[in-house]
Nanobody, 117 residues
């Protein structure tokens, strides 16, 4: 059974850093593109970063470009999101998504990020 489990969320001060991780299991991780989404209360879920299956291409939303970095380790079946210079606008539930481009899509349960001093 395919599963994605996020971790690393929590409370961070404005201007601080946080590192999220997502562990995949039950599917051929190295063949899936991976993404991070976030959803703040009352807002739609938005794509903020993605990485292809061999770490050649990445995408960042304008709202996080230059502050967040997505990476993956296919040997450990994990992706990470390094979040720097965090602002209150970054507070949200963060989700990872796996997509093989052929109809298989998996989502994690989310990890919360709270930004407060």
């Amino acid at each position: 059974q395919a599963q994605l489990v996020e971790s690393g969320g929590g409370l961070v001060q404005p201007g601080g850093s946080l590192r999220l991780s997502c562990l995949g299991s039950g599917f051929v991780f190295r063949t899936f593109a991976m993404s991070w989404f976030r959803q703040a209360p009352g807002k739609e879920r938005e794509l903020i970063a993605s990485i292809d299956n061999i770490s050649v291409r990445t995408y960042y939303a304008d709202s996080v470009k230059g502050r967040f970095t997505i990476s993956r380790d296919n040997n450990k079946q994990t992706i990470a999101l390094q979040m720097n210079s965090v602002t209150p606008d970054d507070a949200a539930m963060y989700y990872c998504k796996a997509n093989n481009g052929m109809g298989l899509v998996y989502w994690g349960q989310g990890t919360p990020v709270t930004v407060s001093s």
